[in-house]
């Protein structure tokens, strides 16, 4: 379901010119953002907040500033953005609810998390019921507040001046514009040491540099009430870390941030499988769970040592500490990370000796496996109920502050992991439900589906109506379909890692057209069809070929032999080689042609009437022709892109298919859009060259210019990653080979092919007749 304008004709009637052009101007970047359930979210939001009858300046705000909010959080609060303006509209002035939408984009990216955004929003609603005259000003301050205070600091902060300013509405303005003492005293008072917002990259990218991975981090906030902010905790594979951390102890908050995230990645990393609760109680639990803390920090400690120095640090627990469970569980957590803490109760000791034991067992490599965890960790819960100290849930914990609360590992079902790699790239995925007939038939017309739908109904074979007309529903009202993702990796050169994942590739239909096009094509390089074919016939296969004239050979050359017996009976020189070969010949090609199809294509040829796309349409006609009488299996692809996340890719002929109509036809409708990357439709075609059993693989790019994408504005970064990709089919044993229409084409393409796997064409119209031979030369 695409959603366009013309749609919303009767919502939008009531624009003036004026919004109306501003809509238009931002309905691009707005697609670009929204998927079709946001947009008509979003839509219904101009009509609704026109309704309210405050002037155009509010409604163009809303315009400008939704897109935003839902590319900082989300597209799934801008209702709820919507609903809280309305319900503003009889509290207070147009002109406070516009300076709301305005500033909403700076909150939404300070908080960095759809939740905390609702709770704002919820925020805001309070304050104006108590602080009317405040939120105007504080508004105003908004992005210098979010600098130095939480979600929770802000909310403390206002209510403060609200209950102390109720009456003196001008101290109540003040106060909130930051121009009195105590509101000032009050802001470095709630002011905490670090915020994640500000820091959140540089974790990033601290994680990546150690594990050369993506963990996705959320801010979560709990300190509305109290400076206690929520324990650090992993869920749906995301890390969701305090919105903001003082300093600790000497350690400054973004020390403790890299402790606390560095903890988080390395459960990601070394959890394989989950614990089970059952038949546990809580004090088991407890200490299942210190052991497998000190079991993942083991493993990430010998791959990086200076993470121990790191977790060390925030350890103070002593031996005088025996007062409660919780007291030993700090303790034990101390003593297996820091091999210099001294503490010599006996429940430690054992403590300290079975997890020496499970970490010096290399050959079984128990430290892989949590159920070490539980082992060890059930075996101590039972000596540490010998001291009859009690166990309370909630109280006994340990101390560590950078620690999560476990919940990630204690679970009751196998984990997800096509789930865990693909967290936080993409929201809901959708499923593809396999039906019969009357389900389908029953559920036929679905109101409201598209292309947000949570299921695809899949049908094996065509549906036809209950009238007989011939036609089925998929002709009728079908859509083009859309394959399942294929999801590639991209090489960032200036990191020198890769991007897991980052690049999709979308498989769609080629349109067919008129095969008098291709027909027009053969009839018009009939010469070179004809000059080529001494050639092609050189190329065949000549099945079994006897090689004569050898000294060493499968068998005698009765002819050889006897030209000998006669040199030596007249006392001639007898020739030694008498002995012959049978060779088999057979051509052990496949080979993939990959078109680029991007909108340069179709630019005229200087000096031509045709356009870059048709030379290339017909020298794959002519290239097609020369393969399929040598009689080596061929693919012809295209691709195109539209960013990252759409790189389309087209099929016109597959190696298992006969080069028919079917094929021509498809070649016939190809067309040019879009741009070029590159790199992921070359992993693409070289996962189908893998799939072949051919001893040699030739993919064959043909293309007019460089690697270029919308989304990216680095030149050098697709000609990299491209690089990358030649390289990588390689080691699949893929010979890549680059024919460039560019002229300037001599400055990156030996870069990124190699010094003797490219050819510019200086003369674009010399392509039909130039590939042919290229494919002759290559596979000779």
């Not at 079709?36 to 009509?47: A, C, F, I, M, Q």
């Not at 996962?687 to 059993?693: E, M």
């Amino acid at each position: 379901m695409s959603i366009k304008l013309e749609d919303y004709a009767e919502l939008l009637e009531d624009l003036t010119p004026h919004t109306r052009d501003a809509l238009d101007a931002t309905w691009h970047d707005a697609t670009k953002v929204f998927s079709p359930r946001g947009l008509d979210n979003y839509l219904k939001g101009v009509s609704a907040i026109r309704g309210l009858g405050r002037g155009d300046s509010l409604v163009e705000t809303w315009i400008e500033n939704a897109p935003r909010v839902a590319k900082e959080v989300g597209e799934d609060v801008v209702a709820d953005l919507a609903t809280a303006s309305l319900m503003l509209a009889s509290k207070t002035s147009g002109a406070v609810i516009e300076l709301l939408l305005a500033t909403a984009p700076t909150a939404a990216n300070r908080l960095g998390d759809a939740q905390l955004f609702l709770n704002y929003l919820q925020f805001i609603n309070t304050l104006i019921a108590q602080a009317p005259r405040g939120v105007r000003p504080m508004l105003d301050k908004l992005e210098v507040l979010f600098q130095q205070l939480t979600l929770g600091g802000l909310r403390r902060w206002a209510l403060w001046g609200a209950h102390a300013h109720r009456t003196n509405y001008e101290e109540q303005i003040r106060y909130f514009s930051l121009e009195s003492k105590e509101s000032i005293a009050m802001l470095q008072k709630e002011r905490k040491g670090t915020l994640l917002v500000d820091v959140q990259r540089r974790i990033n990218m601290y994680l990546r540099a150690l594990w050369a991975r993506d963990f996705f981090m959320r801010p979560t906030s709990g300190d509305f009430e109290t400076r206690e902010g929520y324990k650090p905790y992993i869920e749906d594979y995301l890390l969701h870390l305090p919105d903001a951390m003082d300093d600790h102890e000497g350690m400054s908050g973004l020390e403790l941030y890299r402790a606390t995230a560095a903890h988080c990645a390395a459960h990601v990393v070394e959890t394989r499988q989950p614990i089970s609760a059952e038949s546990l109680n809580p004090m088991q639990m407890a200490v299942i769970s210190v052991i497998e803390d000190a079991r993942v920090e083991a493993l990430s400690i010998r791959r990086f040592p200076g993470l121990k120095q790191l977790w060390s640090k925030l350890h103070t627990a002593t031996p005088e500490m025996n007062a409660s469970a919780g007291d030993y569980l700090s303790r034990l957590a101390r003593a297996l990370l820091d091999d210099s803490y001294a503490d010599s109760d006996p429940w430690i000791a054992e403590g300290r000796m079975l997890f020496a034991a499970a970490a010096q067992d290399n050959q079984d490599n128990k430290l892989d496996n949590n159920h070490t965890s539980w082992e060890i960790g059930v075996q101590l819960a039972h000596s540490l109920s010998q001291k009859r100290l009690g166990f309370n849930p909630r109280s006994d914990l340990q101390t560590a502050i950078y620690r999560d609360d476990n919940r990630y590992f204690w679970a009751f079902e196998e984990f997800d992991f096509d789930k865990a790699a693909g967290a936080g790239y993409e929201s809901v995925k959708q499923v593809r439900k396999n039906v019969n007939v009357m389900e389908m038939a029953n559920e036929v017309e679905v109101e409201g589906a598209g292309d947000d739908a949570e299921e695809i109904w899949v049908l094996s074979t065509e549906l036809f109506p209950y009238e007989d007309m011939g036609v089925s529903w998929n002709e009728m009202e079908g859509k083009e379909p859309v394959s399942d993702p294929f999801h590639y990796s991209e090489w960032d050169y200036q990191i020198q890692l890769e991007r897991p994942a980052w690049a999709t590739v979308l498989e769609k239909r080629a349109k067919t057209s008129d095969l008098q096009v291709i027909d027009d094509i053969a009839a018009k390089y009939k010469r070179e069809i004809h000059r080529m074919k001494f050639l092609l016939d050189a190329m065949q296969p000549q099945g079994v070929q006897r090689i004569r004239k050898l000294e060493d050979g499968d068998e005698i050359d009765i002819n050889a032999a006897i030209a000998s017996f006669i040199d030596i009976r007249l006392g001639n020189q007898p020739d030694p080689r008498i002995m012959m070969r049978s060779v088999r010949k057979t051509r052990d090609f496949s080979i993939l042609v990959l078109l680029d199809l991007s909108e340069s294509t179709n630019e005229t040829v200087q000096g031509q009437e045709y356009s870059v796309r048709e030379l290339t349409q017909q020298a794959c006609v002519l290239l097609a022709d020369a393969i399929d009488k040598v009689g080596d299996p061929f693919a012809i692809h295209g691709f195109c892109s539209d960013g990252r996340h759409d790189v389309e890719y087209y099929r016109f002929k597959d190696f298992d298919q006969h080069w028919d109509e079917t094929p021509k036809a498809k070649l016939a409708g190809m067309t040019g859009q879009l741009s070029t990357r590159m790199g992921a439709a070359v992993r693409h075609a070289g996962h189908y060259l893998k799939l072949q059993r051919s001893t040699k693989k030739l993919l064959i790019v043909i293309t007019d210019g460089e690697p270029a994408d919308i989304d990216v504005r680095d030149p050098q970064y697709l000609r990299m990653d491209t690089k990358k990709a030649v390289e990588e089919v390689a080691r699949d044993g893929v010979m890549t080979y680059c024919m460039s229409l560019d002229p300037r084409a001599d400055n990156y393409v030996s870069r990124i092919f190699g010094q003797n796997n490219f050819m510019v064409v200086d003369h674009v119209q010399r392509l039909p007749e130039k590939l042919p031979l290229l494919y002759a030369g290559l596979t000779r």
